[in-house]
């Protein structure tokens, strides 16, 4: 999954696209990881996974960042994803 994160907003929410990327603003500042944790802690929520199936797998340090879901439910997933694409078309 690729992202485009926004750390330091007032709450972490999908925000729709930037570009190709889906938008996530993060409540967490981007110090020490914090907003990295936020950001993996908010997919495992929404995506019904435990927080330890979800990784980091670029981006560390860089706003835009490549995720990686381990063993989620496929249907729940789509069902999320497609919600999330909904919300790209339609924000400004």
């Known amino acids: 999954?690729?992202?485009r994160a926004q750390p330091g907003a007032r709450q972490t929410e999908v925000n729709g696209?930037?570009?190709e990327l889906l938008k996530?603003?993060?409540?967490?500042?981007?110090?020490?990881?914090?907003a990295n944790e936020a950001l993996l802690e908010f997919?495992?929520?929404?995506?019904q996974v435990p927080r330890g199936r979800c990784?980091?797998?670029s981006g560390e340090k860089h706003r835009?960042?490549?995720?990686?879901?381990?063993e989620a439910?496929?249907?729940h997933c789509e069902s999320v994803l497609a919600r999330w694409?909904?919300?790209g078309r339609t924000s400004s």
């Open 43 to 47: 997919l495992a929520d929404e995506l």
């Open 55 to 57: 990784e980091l797998v």
């Open 64 to 70: 835009e960042k490549r995720i990686l879901v381990r």
């Open 85 to 87: 694409a909904a919300q």
């Open 24 to 34: 996530i603003r993060v409540r967490a500042r981007a110090i020490e990881g914090a």
């Open 17 to 19: 696209l930037h570009g």
């Open 1 to 3: 999954m690729r992202i």
């Open 73 to 75: 439910p496929r249907a």
